[in-house]
């Protein structure tokens, strides 16, 4: 005991075990707001918000059964650190790689109503299905080792690569979205292109958190594996999937905020990293803002 540190393992799990229970926090309020101020988006994109939020929650309480194994069941046992993976970690990846494919899967699917183009979203749907895939076989494999050391040793290229597949896929997508965005800017009115701005920027934001919170999380499990401190990261760019989802569902009331005279804006469903903006020329010099769905919305006032 007098040579056990438990800063960078028991610290490290409570430092993300308490991050992302504040995210979580901040991803239910946020789906409070939109199952209240959005209850005419259609229902599967409803239920795909419900279904991600359900993911977070079960993620949330593994995080939390994690905490109280290591820190009270295994209290004075640091050595029970290196055996077996508790049962509410390997349960935890589950969730996460679950929760992380249909956040990808959904605004792929965006992606290609918007361009109408089947080649990009087909490759993030293959990008997204993979880390899934690999999330599933690694939960079953956690499930039979003896020890971390064991499975770090045996299946850390499956860890690697599938982390490194997740960060490849926000990054495909955040790009996809910019460029898309950045031509229909290019034949927007003015009035048009301060909304289309604040996608973009918006665009940005949310892909390079989750993208830098998984480079984190892969630099430092494949130089530091003797500790938790990818733990952390690993679950703060867990928490950040569905918080971008339904950050993006909710920003269209901020753009009905910004949107200048002589334009209006049509609220439609978002996509995990940004709204789709398609812009139509109409009489008397009228704009139309529409998300990448066909569906249309009442207006609000």
């Not at 990846?93 to 918007?114: D, K, P």
């Not at 439609?268 to 569906?295: A, N, R, W």
Request: charged fraction near 10%.
């Amino acid at each position: 005991m007098a040579t056990f540190n438990p800063n960078p393992t028991l610290g490290a799990v409570q430092i993300g075990v308490l991050i992302s229970y504040i995210l979580f926090g901040v991803a239910t309020t946020q789906a409070y707001l939109y199952f209240t101020r959005y209850p005419d988006d259609p229902r599967g994109v409803r239920a795909l918000t419900a279904f991600v939020w359900a993911c977070d929650l079960a993620r949330t309480i593994c995080l939390g059964a994690v905490l109280y194994t290591y820190t009270i069941t295994d209290f004075t046992h640091p050595e029970r650190l290196d055996g077996p993976p508790a049962l509410s970690l390997c349960l935890h990846t589950f969730f996460s790689v679950l929760t992380a494919a249909c956040v990808q899967g959904f605004f792929a699917f965006r992606i290609y109503v918007f361009t109408k183009k089947v080649y990009i979203p087909l490759l993030i749907w293959c990008m997204a299905f993979l880390p899934l895939l690999g999330g599933i076989v690694l939960f079953a494999l956690t499930l039979r080792v003896p020890s971390i050391t064991v499975y770090v040793a045996n299946w850390e290229w499956l860890v690697t690569t599938n982390w490194s597949l997740s960060v490849a896929t926000d990054l495909v997508i955040t790009t996809t979205l910019v460029i898309v965005l950045r031509r229909q800017r290019s034949r927007a009115h003015n009035k048009t292109a301060v909304v289309v701005d604040k996608l973009i920027v918006w665009t940005i934001e949310t892909g390079l958190l989750t993208s830098v919170s998984s480079i984190l999380t892969l630099a430092f499990f494949v130089s530091m594996k003797t500790n938790y401190i990818w733990l952390t990261f690993y679950t703060v760019s867990t928490g950040l999937f569905p918080n971008s989802l339904l950050a993006s569902l909710n920003s269209r009331a901020s753009l009905r905020a910004i949107q200048p005279p002589g334009l209006k804006v049509l609220a439609s469903t978002g996509s995990p990293s940004s709204d789709g903006v398609h812009i139509k020329t109409e009489s008397h010099v009228m704009y139309d803002i529409q998300d990448e769905t066909t569906f249309k919305y009442p207006e609000t006032t």
